[in-house]
Each structure stands twice: as C-alpha cells, then as structure tokens.
C-alpha cells in the first residue's frame, strides 16, 4: 500500500502545528525565565541526584588535569564535549524517570524498560568518556610522568 503525497506531507507537518501554549500550564514568556528554569533543574539535580554531585567533583578534576597536563584547545574541545554528553543523558535520565514515576505510580514493566534504557544512555555516554578521556590524557600524562 503506498501513501499519498498528500498523506506523507501531512505526517510530516502534523506536529509542527500543534502550539504548546494550548497543551501546557507553564510556558515561560520570556528567556529570563527559561533561564531560571534551566537553573533550577540543574541546583534539583545536584541536590538530589548524587551521581550528579559526583559528575560535578570528576568533571571539575578533569579539567584541572587537562589544564596541567596542558592539553591543546581541541582536546580541551573534546573533553568540554564528551563531559556535556554525559551530564545532558544524565540530566534526560532524571527527566526520563521522573515523567514515568508520574505515568506510572505502581509498577509496570514498560516503566521498567523506560528507566533502564535512559540509564544505559548514561551507561553509554560515560563508557565513551572514559574512552575519550584515555586516549587525549593518557599519552600526555604517562608523559609527564615520566612513562
């Protein structure tokens, strides 16, 4: 069965017609807002999920590694890039179970799934840190070591 022009336009055009405004108690009217809103989702996470309060401590080390070890502005690039990846999957894991703790008050397996492929992406994206981290500190650290 093969759809119409028609039909396929519609498809992709169907959710940029939906106006938030409509669907949402809380839309910010101005950027000052979404700003503090932005903030208070970040001060949330460090007071309340302790894998953010740790991210913070190793992000911060990090960075003071790679200024001593004084690696180049593309590393540092790399490095501000690969750190970011894994706070925004933390930050969308938090947002990922706190919308199914709402869906879903009691337990249900689809829940389950839900929470547990948002923390496999900050599985993943801490596993690519790791990675990343080796490969642009290593060399110059086992350097200045003397190794």
């Known amino acids: 069965m093969t759809s119409s022009p028609k039909r396929v336009i519609d498809?992709?055009?169907?959710?940029?017609?939906?106006?938030?405004?409509?669907?949402?108690?809380n839309t910010s009217p101005n950027r000052v807002q979404s700003l503090g809103y932005a903030l208070a989702g970040w001060l949330?996470?460090?007071?309340?999920?302790?894998?953010?309060?740790?991210?913070?401590?190793?992000?911060v080390g990090i960075m003071a590694l790679?200024?001593?070890?004084?690696?180049?502005f593309?590393?540092?690039?790399?490095l501000i890039a690969t750190i970011t990846?894994?706070?925004m999957a933390e930050f969308l894991n938090a947002?990922?179970?706190?919308?199914?703790?709402?869906a879903s008050p009691d337990y249900h397996p689809m829940a389950k799934v839900a929470k547990d492929v948002a923390a496999a992406a900050v599985l993943l994206g801490v596993v690519a840190s790791v990675l990343?981290?080796?490969?642009?500190?290593?060399?110059?650290?086992?350097s200045r070591l003397g190794l």
């Open 11 to 25: 498809a992709l055009t169907s959710t940029m017609k939906i106006n938030p405004d409509e669907y949402s108690m």
């Open 44 to 59: 949330y996470m460090l007071r309340y999920q302790k894998n953010t309060r740790i991210m913070a401590v190793a992000s």
């Open 66 to 72: 790679a200024l001593w070890l004084q690696i180049d």
């Open 74 to 78: 593309t590393g540092l690039a790399v």
């Open 85 to 87: 990846l894994v706070w």
């Open 95 to 102: 947002a990922v179970e706190a919308v199914v703790n709402l």
């Open 132 to 142: 990343v981290g080796v490969l642009v500190l290593g060399p110059p650290l086992l």
